[in-house]
C-alpha cells in the first residue's frame, strides 16, 4: 500500500503562487509514477502534471504548461507541485496520485483510471 497526503492548498489572488507538497509512505520504489490531478465539482477529475520518479521525467497538461512546474525530492519521498501565475479557473481541489508499474506512456499516465492510489486532496481557490 501506498499512502498520499497533500497540503498546501489554499487561497490566493489571480497571478499569484502557490507550492502543493505530497508526502508519500508506505510501499514506494524510486520508479513509481506520480501525477497531480484535479476536480471542481460536477465534472470529472483533470490531469494537471506527472513525473516518473526515477528520471528527471515530467508531462503536463496544456493548460498549465509554462506555469506549473512538479518536481520531487528523492530523499523526502514527496512531490511538489509549484503554480505560478494562478488563475481563477485553476480553482479546483488537487489531489495527488500514485502507480506501482513503472511503465506506460504518457497518455496512459496522464489517465486518472490508471492510478490506484490517491490523497485526500486540497482545496486551491484562486480569486480574480
Known amino acids: 500500500q501506498v499512502q498520499l497526503v497533500e497540503s498546501g492548498g489554499g487561497l490566493v489572488q489571480a497571478g499569484g503562487s502557490l507550492r502543493l507538497s505530497c508526502a508519500a509512505s508506505?510501499?514506494?520504489?524510486?520508479?513509481?509514477?506520480m501525477a497531480w490531478f484535479r476536480q471542481t465539482p460536477g465534472k470529472e477529475r483533470e490531469f494537471v502534471a506527472a513525473?516518473?520518479?526515477?528520471?528527471?521525467?515530467?508531462y503536463y497538461a496544456d493548460s498549465v504548461k509554462g506555469r506549473f512546474t512538479i518536481s520531487k525530492d528523492n530523499a523526502k519521498t514527496t512531490v511538489y507541485l509549484q503554480m505560478n501565475s494562478l488563475k481563477p479557473e485553476d480553482t479546483a481541489v488537487y489531489y495527488c496520485a500514485s502507480r506501482s508499474n513503472p511503465f506506460g506512456s504518457w497518455s496512459t499516465l496522464s489517465s486518472s483510471d490508471k492510478y490506484p492510489y490517491w490523497g485526500q486532496g486540497t482545496q486551491v481557490t484562486v480569486s480574480s
Open positions: 508506505g510501499r514506494t520504489f524510486n520508479n513509481f509514477p
Open positions: 513525473i516518473r520518479w526515477g528520471e528527471i521525467s515530467t
